[in-house]
Each structure stands twice: as structure tokens, then as C-alpha cells.
């Protein structure tokens, strides 16, 4: 079946440093494929997507492109900030998306950036 | 724009007791609705969709039920709840075009953190 994969963390960076948040899938397809951010205490926001195979999603001064030759969808930023600091989670939408197809998630990387 | 609404925040309940956590949208008209199931270290697990009123499918079979009673209107019951029953609830919403890549994005509340004692 489909599924994520997600480097584990928690990774751990000083404010400024380069981010790199490792994600891959296995899928049918061309799937759309997504970022989403816990804050503590909060529900998970949408960071960004990518819906075929070479998009950039970017939001914030995230991004992430698809690549179905890699089967991957890597997060990165530039610069990390304290308020960086929180839960990411990679996910996808099976190509046959009907109402009420689960997102399938990985299992979050805890992200923690100190000044 | 569309907004989605959870309540309680927060809820300690003891074993046995009955649950109801509600969820509403604003701003879009027949989504589909999904509730979550986020348990302390583990990736969320999907519970139930809704694709219109009265519409529930159940993914995961337990002691939990939903209820889809108002177009954006979602809950989320228990009448007995069990110590496994706790965890973060979330509820979602997407466009109501199936299969469409405008459905595929999923939106999230803010979550009811639920612990059984």
C-alpha cells in the first residue's frame, strides 16, 4: 500500500543554520504531495503542496519539489528561525482520490532550532 | 475565507463516562469532513468521513461513533470512553469536488486534547 517515510528526529539547529527534512513515498501514480506543521499545542497547518512530478511547493521560505524519479519530496530552508521550531509531517493523496481518502502521513519530525 | 472550529480544547474524563467533541466549518458549503486520532508519539490515524449530512464512513472499528447532523457540522461520541481512548482529536475539512486535486488538501482545526483517566 502507500506510505511515507520521514527521517526521524528530532533534529536539532542553531537559528540561521540550513534545514534539510528528508521525506519519501511509495505510491501508485503521481499522488499530490504535502507539508504540514504542528505547533505545539495546535493542529497541523498546511506548509505547502506539489500535485506532479518536478512542481516546487514553497511557502515561508520553505520548499520542496517532487521528484517521482527519487520518489521524494525533501523539506528545506535557507535560514531556520526559534519560531521554526515545531512538528513536520510529510503526506499524501492517493492518485485515485475519492471523498473521504485519508491523507497518509509519516511520522512527524520534531524540529528544534535554538539562538 | 474558511475557518474551522473544535471545542473543547481540553477534556479529562473518567472511564466509562460518555464523550461528544463537535467540530464546525465556516465559510465553504458541503465539505467533506474527517476526524483524527493523534496518539503521543505515533502519526495520526483516520476515524471517520463524512461526504454529506447523515453520510458517515468509519475507517478504524471501536467504542467511537460520528455524526454528520448540519452540513458542517461534525461530532465525535463515545458512550463509554476507555483509557486507549486518549489522544489528540483533530478535525479536517476538504472541498467537497471528489476526485479532484481540489479535494485533495485537507484542513485542520485546532484539536481537543482528550485524556482518560
Known amino acids: 500500500g502507500d506510505s511515507v517515510t520521514q527521517m526521524e528526529g528530532p533534529v536539532t539547529l542553531s537559528e540561521e543554520a540550513f534545514l534539510t527534512i528528508n521525506c519519501t513515498y511509495t505510491a501508485t501514480g503521481y499522488p499530490s504531495l504535502f507539508w504540514y506543521v504542528q505547533y505545539p499545542g495546535e493542529g497541523l497547518q498546511l506548509l505547502l503542496k506539489?500535485?506532479?512530478?518536478?512542481d516546487k511547493g514553497s511557502n515561508k521560505g520553505f520548499e520542496a519539489t517532487y521528484r517521482k524519479e527519487t520518489t521524494s519530496f525533501h523539506l528545506e530552508k535557507g535560514s531556520v528561525q526559534v519560531s521554526d521550531s515545531a512538528v513536520y509531517f510529510c503526506a499524501l493523496s492517493p492518485l485515485a482520490n475519492q471523498a473521504g481518502t485519508a491523507l497518509i502521513f509519516g511520522k512527524g519530525t520534531t524540529l528544534s532550532v535554538s539562538s | 475565507s474558511q475557518t474551522i472550529h473544535q471545542w473543547p480544547a481540553t477534556l479529562v474524563q473518567p472511564v466509562g463516562s460518555p464523550l461528544s467533541l463537535e467540530c464546525t466549518v465556516e465559510g465553504t458549503s458541503n465539505p467533506n469532513l474527517y476526524w483524527y486520532r493523534q496518539a503521543a508519539g505515533r502519526g495520526l490515524q483516520l476515524l471517520f468521513y463524512s461526504v454529506g449530512i447523515g453520510q458517515i464512513s468509519s475507517e478504524v472499528p471501536q467504542n467511537l461513533s460520528a455524526s454528520r447532523p448540519q452540513d458542517r457540522q461534525f461530532i465525535l461520541s463515545s458512550k463509554k470512553l476507555l483509557l486507549s481512548d486518549s489522544g489528540f482529536y483533530l478535525c479536517?475539512?476538504?472541498?467537497?469536488?471528489?476526485?479532484?486535486?481540489?479535494?485533495?488538501?485537507?484542513?485542520f482545526g485546532p484539536g481537543t486534547r482528550l485524556t482518560v483517566l
Open positions: 506539489a500535485t506532479k512530478a518536478d
Open positions: 479536517a475539512w476538504s472541498l467537497g469536488t471528489s476526485g479532484t486535486r481540489r479535494s485533495d488538501t485537507q484542513y
